[in-house]
């Protein structure tokens, strides 16, 4: 008898869903800061247009 480890019912899988959240959520983050650094980027925008 081999003295290897076997991943446990399930587990690729499990780990899988895990990898895949992550990625989600890092692309909705990284969505959501370059929303806020468009609306930023447009008032300064705005901000120098009235200074003129």
Same mark, same amino acid.
């Given at each position: 008898?081999?003295?290897?480890?076997?991943?446990?019912?399930?587990?690729?899988?499990?780990?899988?869903?895990?990898? @895949?959240? %992550?990625?989600?959520?890092?692309?909705?983050?990284?969505?959501?800061? &370059? =929303? @806020?650094? %468009?609306?930023?980027?447009?008032?300064?925008?705005?901000?120098?247009? &009235? =200074?003129?």
């Amino acid at each position: 008898m081999p003295n290897e480890l076997s991943p446990l019912k399930g587990y690729e899988d499990f780990l899988q869903d895990l990898k @895949e959240r %992550i990625r989600y959520v890092q692309v909705r983050a990284a969505l959501s800061v &370059n =929303r @806020e650094l %468009i609306l930023l980027y447009w008032q300064i925008g705005r901000d120098i247009l &009235n =200074r003129q």
